[in-house]
């Protein structure tokens, strides 16, 4: 059984819940650790990331935190990073790589808004060619090997978050699966940890975790790690689906590491 997650969010970015909620849930859960990773601050968007101003006291609530609970649960400070964020803070226990953002012709494209935010983008800056944009997204997450800060690489296959749902935007083409494996390759060689991560099913837009399947099986070949989470934006979501990633990790023989 998972007793960790270290990919929550709280009402520092766009979560629900404070922070000590979350640490409440994750011990009335019976979890060993829990890690808040709330959304980097972005100068493009100030909409779901933790403000600049607020930074300071992101860490000081976490480092509270520690103190107060740590007779009952680890309590870690993280950070979920977007590549096109600015650096780190400093004074964190660990850091998710993501990417929510493409940044094309001068257009920040949201990946995980809406179907028709990517549709859109798909026509106005691929000329139609869903491939185009999937090699530009996993080069981008690949980028993550070079930075020794993250540790964990979330939510893999963001940009299938409404494939699911509706009619997919990207199929299994030779150059899509290309694109990904190549990534994949270079973060699995840089030692990255891949999330087995449920968010989108407690938000009912999948009914699987990231990354898919075949992804997934893809990774296990490869000796990939993973870690399960579920990206929760609220205490009621802290352990969303977490038994049917497990059974995912050991049907595709991955490996579940914990951070600490
Ligand atoms: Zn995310
Ligand atoms: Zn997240």
Redesign the pocket.
């Known amino acids: 059984m998972i007793r960790y997650n270290y990919?929550t969010h709280t009402c520092f970015s766009d979560g629900k819940n404070t922070p000590e909620e979350m640490v409440q849930e994750a011990i009335a859960l019976g979890f060993r650790s829990i890690g808040i990773s709330d959304?980097a601050y972005t100068e493009f968007c100030s909409d779901w990331s933790v403000s600049r101003e607020r930074i300071g006291e992101y860490l000081s609530t976490l480092q509270e935190l520690k103190q107060k609970y740590g007779g009952q649960i680890a309590v870690y400070a993280g950070w979920?990073q977007?590549a096109l964020a600015g650096p780190v803070p400093e004074g964190l226990d660990y850091v998710?790589g993501?990417v929510?953002w493409l940044y094309k012709n001068g257009d920040y494209v949201a990946l995980?808004e809406s179907r028709k935010t990517i549709k859109n983008a798909i026509q106005t800056h691929y000329a139609g060619d869903a491939d185009r944009l999937a090699e530009d997204y996993f080069a981008l997450v690949s980028s993550y090997a070079e930075d020794p800060a993250v540790s964990v690489i979330?939510?893999f296959d963001?940009i299938t978050k409404f494939d699911e749902t509706a009619p997919a935007l990207f199929h299994p083409t030779p150059r899509y699966t290309a694109a990904w494996e190549k990534a994949a390759k270079r973060l699995v060689d840089a030692g990255k940890i891949f999330e087995i991560?449920t968010?989108a099913i407690s938000r009912g837009k999948r009914l699987t975790p990231y990354p898919s399947g075949e992804i997934l099986k893809r990774l296990g070949e490869m000796g990939a790690k993973g870690i399960v989470s579920s990206?929760c934006h609220s205490k009621d979501a802290l352990a969303c689906a977490f038994d049917r990633a497990e059974v995912l990790a050991r049907k595709y023989k991955i490996e579940l590491v914990d951070l600490f």
Do not use: A, V, Y
């Open positions: 990919h959304h979920e977007d998710i993501s929510h995980d979330g939510h963001l991560n968010g990206d």
